[in-house]
């Protein structure tokens, strides 16, 4: 069985909140429920619209193997199943920057990926950012609920 790295519901509190910038991308701004993370994150809209109030699953993964073996790096058509299969929108990138800030029981952890140039930064406990490597390779997988 797969393990996940990060899995949490989260509600789109704000698009755009520094301006449009590009015709079919958003930058979405959302809340976790479980864990109160705060996210950023890109989202090709043309493909995957997204609107402000609305809840999505998000799961971070490093392989969509369902058995859990490593990601070859290569896609190979087929019948085989996959983590992919049970999402709606499902990006592939490499996490760039970890870093923290605050201090004492006030602190909270970045995390940085890049999706090929559609960014994400994830906010909050310091205990979830230690799951996650410098440079690691990640799979981003979203499904509306």
Known sequence: ???????????ITQ???????FDRVNRIEARSEQFDMFMLLDINTEIYP???KEKFM???ASTLNLDGTP???YFIQGNKK????KFEYVMHGKLYRISEEGSGKHVKADIFVSFGGLLM???GDPS???KFELDQKLFILIRKV
């Open 15 to 21: 698009k755009d909140p520094d301006g449009k910038k």
């Open 58 to 60: 998000m799961v971070l």
């Open 128 to 130: 979830i950012a230690a």
């Open 71 to 73: 990601d070859t790096g």
């Open 1 to 11: 069985m797969v393990e996940t790295l990060f899995e949490d519901i989260f509600t």
């Open 82 to 85: 996959s983590l992919a299969d």
């Open 121 to 123: 930064q994830l906010r």
């Open 50 to 52: 997204m609107r402000v």
